[in-house]
């Protein structure tokens, strides 16, 4: 699934919740076949998050298609994370993107990938099944954050997503904060004080900080693509 349309394509699957596991599977070869004039040779498993029993609270949703290609030798994880749908979603929209307060869905997409791997019976290392994110909205921050934080995929691709939010990973993330706390001289006891921060000037830091993981984020504006970019939480939006 190497191309944009088909990623686009297998994204739109994450909104509909009446499929069935065979409905998804036939849906995905059909994707490949329309968008690539052959069938797909390749076992095709589906796993969900309500399966998984993750995101019960935080209201996260996702979908993992696991393409196992044995005659090519070849195998790749797809995990599909759910945008805003319902009023769990936007009250995470408050907290997490508008506020930089909250990452539950961040962490239920990290631990449904590993629950995901549990399942199926992968390894994450060097020579492992490739584990790429498929988000738009909401979901670009839960697959970017949990990407940032905990190493969750090797790749994302993202279509209109809502955008990552520097102060989530000022929260989250220890070492991040420690090195955002030294370069402005703000106090560590302070939890408001990187609020005083030129917004500006902490989006650039972000940015340089993550950059080396940025290469492996592609996103789609209004189908031109963009490099991944992190949001001043008072002007974000999902």
């Not at 686009?8 to 499929?19: F, M």
């Not at 102060?167 to 402005?184: D, G, H, I």
């Amino acid at each position: 699934m190497h191309s944009s349309e088909m990623r686009l394509r297998l994204t739109q699957l994450g909104y509909d919740d009446k499929l069935s596991k065979e409905e998804i599977i036939e849906k995905v070869k059909r994707i490949y076949l329309e968008e690539t004039g052959k069938k797909l040779k390749a076992d095709i498993k589906v796993y969900t998050s309500k399966e998984a029993r993750v995101g019960e609270k935080s209201g996260y949703n996702g979908i993992a298609i696991y393409i196992d290609s044995k005659e090519n030798k070849k195998d790749e994880l797809y995990v599909i994370s759910q945008g805003s749908k319902d009023i769990k979603d936007w009250d995470y929209n408050i907290k997490a993107m508008l506020a930089g307060k909250d990452i539950r869905q961040a962490k239920a997409t990290n631990k449904f990938v590993k629950a995901t791997q549990g399942h199926f019976n992968l390894n994450k290392n060097e020579d492992s099944t490739s584990i790429i994110g498929l988000s738009h909205s909401l979901a670009h921050n839960n697959n970017t954050t949990a990407y940032l934080l905990y190493d969750t995929f090797d790749e994302i691709y993202s279509v209109n997503g809502a955008q990552t939010n520097y102060y989530q990973l000022y929260n989250a993330n220890l070492e991040f904060r420690e090195t955002v706390q030294s370069k402005f001289s703000i106090s560590p006891i302070d939890p408001n004080a990187v609020y005083d921060i030129d917004p500006n000037k902490l989006r650039q830091f972000a940015e340089a900080y993550y950059k080396d993981k940025a290469k492996n984020i592609h996103q789609v504006i209004n189908l031109f693509a963009v490099k991944v970019t992190f949001s001043d939480s008072r002007s974000s939006h999902a």
